[in-house]
């Protein structure tokens, strides 16, 4: 039922410039808690603030100014390269657009095409690759420059090597900020400042990766 795929009584903080992961099997809640960030719904009780405000006093433009995403599954738009990198920030200049697409790894591929930025990605972004439309996504987030940043899950369809080089375009993108990860592989939340063990909606375990180990439970 609904219930069953809710969140209770779940209390977490992220502290400035660190990384928490939200860890459980599929439907223990974890999507759901980006989805509450966003506000894509609100909350039937309890709060969540940034900085102490309330996300739910402020307006959607304002808070998803203050949140960036680098998704599961990017959504591009039929346009441009350019223009799908560009929704991070409408009014950007090349040279941040080009810091942006070098910081994600994916300038030297933009410039080896043949129309360049110029290039349309298709419907859904279907020319390029997985780890080519991650990148768009990370270089997009870069570009908009976000105290905060959710990873969801952001590299579980990739191969082991291309997600190697996400995961150094990751390391770009989240230096100084403040990261909340939504993970299915263990590999890329070793190093995370806290983890969040979610089950049936229940905050299950919380500490670090060696903590989490060391309890020999859910983790």
Known sequence: GETSRGIHGVSFKCKRETKTAIVGHTGAGKTTISRLLFRFYDLASGEITIDGQNI???TQSSLRHAVG????????FNESIRFNICYGKVCAESAEINAAAKGAHIYDFIVSLSKQWDTE??????KLSGGEKQRVAIARCLLKDPPIVVLDEATSALDSITERTIQDALVNLTKGRTQLVIAHRLSTIQDADQIIVLK??????????????ALDGEY
Not at 121 to 126: A, D, I, P
Not at 200 to 213: K, P, Q, Y
């Open 56 to 58: 739910s006093q402020v």
């Open 69 to 76: 995403v680098v998704p599961q599954d990017t959504v591009l």
């Open 121 to 126: 990605v298709g419907e859904r972004g279907l």
């Open 200 to 213: 049936n909606g229940l905050v299950h375990e919380r500490g670090t990766h060696d903590e989490l180990l």
